[in-house]
């Protein structure tokens, strides 16, 4: 036994009682849908954890006359106080659920416990804190006095951070005063599923906020609905393609959230050991599924023989496996089409002359799973350099100069993050200047806030989340289009 | 005796320069009452995309200036404009057919509507940006920034729109530093073209505005679905296929403005400084003492 080898330490799954089947939030109440419901797994196990309703264009419709009907009746009559404080309510009893919403999370998504656990939830209260005390401050948003709510926002969040992105669009969206129809997705429903218990906890009005799962049959109803004033979408450039073009000429307004291939810049003055935590944390943060992940490693070229080396030596130490255990750092991969998409991309990386390495890492024999894996000797016009892999696959490029890193890290049609590592403030804050990118990490990478925008350039969407910024996206200034 | 009128070629203003069109086209520009008034060039795709290039290869200089240098810039573009405000007046007179007093207001409008916005330059950023009370030991800030290249349809109809429109889509995508390829007014493009004559002679750097004269049908599909356009202006494309445009734009995500049909298309406001801007968020660790 190894110094590595620890004992298992699963959080118990005792404190998750999942029923048997969901069906849809309408109106307030469970109801079934009218689509054939499918099962969801824990992508760790391939274990069968729930039966799920889908919600076809009927279901669609009748979630958005709901929120019509709540919007106009009873969320736009309410203060602004009133709105906060249901949301200060949602955010107490996230906290309160808070460990039994992690230990769902990591069931059904595949991540760590201690990311669920230490991260995404703890985000989620923080998420529907900030913008609970935003709701009756709305004349400070930056539009004006008096700014209005939209309507009805449709939204759709990806698989990656299940309840974290349901909390980044929902809070601003309540805070605004708008409604909510939310499609989860469809690999990982049941957190959403248990925060509509919480609303009811909450007792938030009846519509105010509809759940409706299913694939993306049902997130082309919710866009193509003629009933949704706005929509905000979190998922691939692709789909955001579709999503603009469906959304041309109907005068909804959108916001996109999309891919991202984010440089890590890390300079020869850079404390190396931190900038190792950063360049790990950056990338195989939660199997890689991370939009913004520091997929291109972009190391000075003195230094690359030393970064790579501490890199192999540090990935050696992480520990890949079950999800639910305290120790895990890697978990599962979301899907079996995730890992597919991996591989297709890993090889042809290494068709296209990159060499990959993984440490030594048994995987287990059921499940989605895909060992930590480095590239080194990677062409910029790589695949692996130029597409977004979402898996726990770092492309490891070289620079000369800051002017050549600040080159590579924009060449790339994506411009949502970018990480630089170096002790020199001057440089740090010149090349910072000179990225395309939305959010800029230096000496540190994948932080989050409530406060903080977040929202990429080019072909990583538009509009931005968190903030101030993330709440105009719900408001139309006084006597607005709208 | 009369003296005898030297009439001006009108051509395309890129890149610095005032090129024809290299399709060698050119269209009638006809008065209100249907005298003829010149031979403007008839932009082509190669046209546009002549312009896309000057307009990209302008972005790095013009919005690496100081805020205070754009703002002193775009100023002295108004100083140009009001030397020369009775060639603005009489080329509305000649081609809206708006009476002299009229046409005297609109150049009047259009020059402080441009001084309005060189004074954002140095201030939007203050306005629309914001430090992060962030939960942790960050410094963390977020800032506007130019989007790029934005490519705009100028206001095709109603009074004066040919220069008032057009300056009001203009001016405020270039507060931030954002290169402009502009499509004039079709019937009335000769303000536009006097304005290039302007900005060439006001220490506006080639390329930061490329204005392109002919059909808004034919050249808006080219930089709807043109690569290297960030964003695009519908503003004046109201009466195309706009639907089709956004759609287009769609491909690579462009920012988009949807047209507009009241009045006064492009009325000055913040919102359009902030429409061709990117929200950048720096987050720096910070250290112990």
């Known amino acids: 036994m190894s110094f590595l080898d620890y004992a298992p330490a699963p959080e118990s799954r005792a404190i998750v009682r999942l029923r048997p089947s969901y069906g849809l939030f309408l109106d307030g109440e469970f109801v079934d849908g009218h689509g054939t419901p499918f099962p969801t797994i824990s992508p760790a196990t391939e274990e069968h954890l729930a039966e799920v309703a889908t919600a076809d264009e009927h279901d669609v419709d009748l979630a958005v006359a709901a929120a019509r009907r709540a919007y106009d009746e009873v969320w736009s009559k309410l203060s602004g106080s009133d709105r906060g404080k249901y949301l200060f309510r949602i955010a107490r009893l996230v906290q309160e659920r808070a460990r039994e919403l992690a230990v769902a999370e990591s069931l059904n998504n595949g991540k760590p416990i201690k990311e669920s656990r230490d991260l995404d939830i703890p985000l989620v209260a923080a998420w529907f804190f900030y913008y609970a005390g935003w709701a009756d401050k709305l004349d400070y948003a930056g539009l004006g006095a008096n700014p209005k709510a939209l309507g009805v926002a449709g939204q759709i969040i990806p698989w990656n951070f299940p309840l974290l992105m349901l909390a980044w669009k929902i809070a601003p969206a309540l805070a605004a005063g708008n409604t909510v129809v939310l499609k989860p997705a469809e690999t990982t429903p049941l957190t959403a599923l248990l925060f509509a218990e919480i609303l009811q906890q909450a007792d938030l009005p009846p519509g105010v906020v509809n759940i409706v799962t299913g694939a993306g049959a049902t997130g082309q109803a919710l866009v193509r609905h003629p009933g949704v004033d706005k929509i905000a979408f979190t998922g691939s450039t692709a789909v955001g393609r579709e999503i603009a073009r469906a959304t041309a000429g109907t005068g909804k307004k959108l916001t996109l959230e999309l891919g991202g291939k984010a440089a890590n810049i890390v300079f020869d003055d850079a404390p190396i050991d931190q900038a190792i935590e950063g360049v790990v944390n950056g990338i195989f943060f939660n199997q890689g599924h991370v939009c913004c992940a520091g997929s291109r490693l972009l190391v000075q070229e003195n230094v690359h023989d030393d970064v790579v080396e501490r890199l192999k030596h540090r990935l050696s130490t992480l520990r890949l496996g079950d999800p639910l255990d305290k120790n895990t750092d890697i978990g599962a991969i979301n899907s079996q089409e995730q890992l597919d998409r991996i591989r297709e991309l890993t090889a042809a990386g290494e068709q296209e002359g990159a060499t990959p390495w993984s440490p030594p890492c048994e995987l287990p024999a059921n499940g989605f799973w895909y060992a930590p894996t480095i590239f080194t000797g990677v062409q910029a016009s790589s695949r692996i350099a130029r597409e977004e892999i979402f898996g726990p696959v770092l492309s490891i490029l070289t620079f000369r100069t800051p002017q050549e890193a600040i080159a590579k890290a924009n060449n790339t049609p994506y411009g949502l993050s970018a990480g630089i590592w170096s002790d020199k403030g001057s440089r740090i804050l010149a090349v910072a200047d000179g990225l395309k990118a939305g959010v800029v990490w230096s000496n540190t990478f994948n932080r989050f806030d409530p406060a903080s925008p977040f929202g990429g350039y080019k072909e990583s969407g538009y509009g931005r989340e968190g903030g101030k910024q993330g709440l105009s996206a719900y408001l139309a200034p006084s006597g607005g289009a709208q | ?289």
Not at chain 2, 61 to 78: E, F, P, S
Not at chain 2, 86 to 108: H, I, K, M, S
Not at chain 2, 215 to 222: C, L
């Open chain 2, 1 to 289: 005796m009369t003296r005898l009128a030297v009439p001006k070629t009108y051509k395309l203003y890129i890149g610095g320069k005032f090129p024809r069109s290299e399709s060698g086209r050119t269209y009638e520009v006809a008065s209100k009452d249907g005298a003829f008034l010149a031979n403007a060039a008839l932009a082509s795709r190669k046209d546009a995309r002549d312009a896309v290039v000057a307009a990209r290869a302008a972005v790095k200089g013009w919005a690496g200036t100081t805020a205070y240098n754009r703002g002193q810039v775009l100023y002295r573009i108004a100083e140009v404009l009001e030397g020369r405000r009775a060639q603005f007046a009489d080329e509305l007179v000649r081609t809206e057919g708006l009476p002299a007093v009229t046409a005297e207001a609109a150049v009047d409008l259009a020059i402080d509507r441009w001084v309005w916005y060189a004074g954002w330059a140095d201030k939007y950023a203050q306005v629309l940006g914001n430090g992060n009370p962030v939960a942790g030991p960050y410094f963390n800030i977020s800032v506007p920034e130019p989007t790029g290249v934005v490519a705009i349809v100028a206001p095709q109809a109603g009074p004066a729109h040919s220069l008032v429109g057009l300056i009001s889509a203009v001016a405020p995508a270039l507060v931030s530093g954002n290169t402009v390829v502009v499509v004039a007014s079709q019937a009335a493009p000769l303000s536009a073209i006097s304005l290039g004559e302007v900005l060439a002679t006001s220490d506006v750097p080639g390329g930061v505005v490329n204005v392109l004269t002919g059909s808004p049908a034919e050249i808006a599909p080219w930089l709807a679905s043109h690569a290297d356009v960030n964003a695009l202006d519908l503003v004046g494309a109201g009466a195309l296929d706009w639907v089709q445009l956004q759609m287009d734009a769609a491909e690579t995500l462009k920012r988009v403005l949807i047209p507009e049909d009241g009045a006064d298309p492009a009325a000055p406001s913040l919102d359009r400084i902030a429409a061709f801007t990117e929200t950048k968020t720096v987050w720096h660790t910070k250290g112990l003492l």
